[in-house]
């Protein structure tokens, strides 16, 4: 069973930084972030192949947010800076890609991990 543990959840003001880090169990080529807040979708927010070297991120968050990968540790970074009320939701790790289609969609991610809460005051 592959597990994925995420930490660096928290509050934090406006125009504040945050890193996430998510280690899992699998070693995988493709790792991502998504996230819900109340009443919304949840929205793919970054992803990177480390495979091919890309990285893919959410309009609302280039130039912000920045995903990097420790492949020996299995591990996925989400350096959050600038960040905004809008901003906060519950942020999930992602990982193993199932099948084809785009990055952002949640359907092609095989395991999630249990979420860290991200809140931004303004």
């Known amino acids: 069973q592959v597990q994925l543990v995420e930490s660096g959840g928290g509050s934090v003001q406006a125009g504040g930084s945050l890193r996430l880090s998510c280690t899992a169990t699998?070693?995988?080529?493709?790792m991502g972030w998504f996230r819900q807040a109340p009443g919304k979708e949840r929205e793919g927010v970054a992803a990177?192949?480390?495979?091919?070297?890309?990285?893919y991120y959410a309009d609302s968050v280039k130039g912000r947010f920045t995903i990097s990968q420790d492949n020996a540790k299995n591990t996925v970074y989400l350096q959050m800076n600038s960040l905004k009320p809008e901003d906060t939701a519950i942020y999930y790790c992602?990982?193993?890609?199932?099948?084809?289609?785009?990055?952002?969609?949640?359907?092609?991610?095989?395991?999630w991990g249990q979420g860290t809460q991200v809140t931004v005051s303004s």
């Open positions: 992602v990982t193993k890609v199932l099948y084809g289609g785009s990055w952002s969609l949640a359907r092609i991610w095989g395991y």
């Open positions: 699998y070693s995988s080529n493709a």
């Open positions: 990177i192949y480390s495979g091919i070297g890309s990285t």
